[in-house]
T-cell receptor
């Protein structure tokens, strides 16, 4: 079955500390992978995406993610967290070969930032 | 670029009435748009896929007669919640896929908060 797992429901980090949000996927086809961020009451903003090529992907707001095929993972990282990064983060996977363009979302990880 | 708008951003209606939500891609053409529903503290649940000029494809368990979707142009899709009831209260989010960008990237609207009294 196709699925995305974000093991951490809630993470709290101190401002300035590093961050890693975990994402594991189970997908039969070659995946496209995405990280989105959602602020309260808002839609989702695309942080970064992986389609092919370099497995380390750079995104907006200083985020990066690394695709590890052997581990079926696509973890999101940021070296120094800012208070404005507090939000809900969603990992998503889709098909390379355009299975209707659907995305499967993980359950989300809520990030809190301590001053 | 890649901006998606939704209107209204929030709506309160009485039980039994119908509510229409618009989703527009402002600076790109979207042959495919998606409608999601999100409950508090939960992930997004895909309701339906909307393709320009054809009927929407609904996910299992979603009532197509209750959630009417129309995708009349490359920049506009609408979701109409018919005969709304309190259990339809939710946060509805649309997304649009840029047909030129391809690769399945979806850009999301800001969402519409529906409250049915």
């Amino acid at each position: 079955a196709q699925s995305v797992t974000q093991p951490d429901i809630h993470i709290t980090v101190s401002e300035g500390a590093s961050l890693e949000l975990r994402c594991n996927y189970s997908y039969g086809a070659t995946p496209y992978l995405f990280w989105y961020v959602q602020s309260p009451g808002q839609g989702l903003q695309l942080l970064l995406k992986y389609f092919s090529g370099d497995t380390l992907v750079q995104g907006i707001k200083g985020f990066e993610a690394e695709f590890k095929r052997s581990q079926s993972s696509f973890n999101l990282r940021k070296p120094s967290v800012h208070w404005s990064d507090a939000a809900e983060y969603f990992c998503a996977v889709g098909a390379v070969y355009n299975q209707g363009g659907k995305l499967i979302f993980g359950q989300g990880t809520e990030l809190s930032v301590k001053p | 670029g890649a901006v998606v708008s939704q209107h209204p951003s929030w709506v309160i209606c009485k039980s039994g009435t119908s509510v229409k939500i618009e989703c527009r891609s402002l600076d790109f053409q979207a042959t495919t748009m998606f409608w999601y529903r999100q409950f508090p503290k939960q992930s997004l649940m895909l309701m339906a896929t909307s393709n320009e000029g054809s009927k929407a494809t609904y996910e299992q368990g979603v009532e197509k007669d209750k959630f009417l979707i129309n995708h009349a142009s490359l920049t506009l899709s609408t979701l109409t919640v018919t005969s709304a009831h309190p259990e339809d209260s939710s946060f509805y989010i649309c997304s649009a896929r840029d047909r030129l960008a391809g690769s399945g990237t979806q850009y999301f609207g800001p969402g519409t908060r529906l409250t049915v009294l």
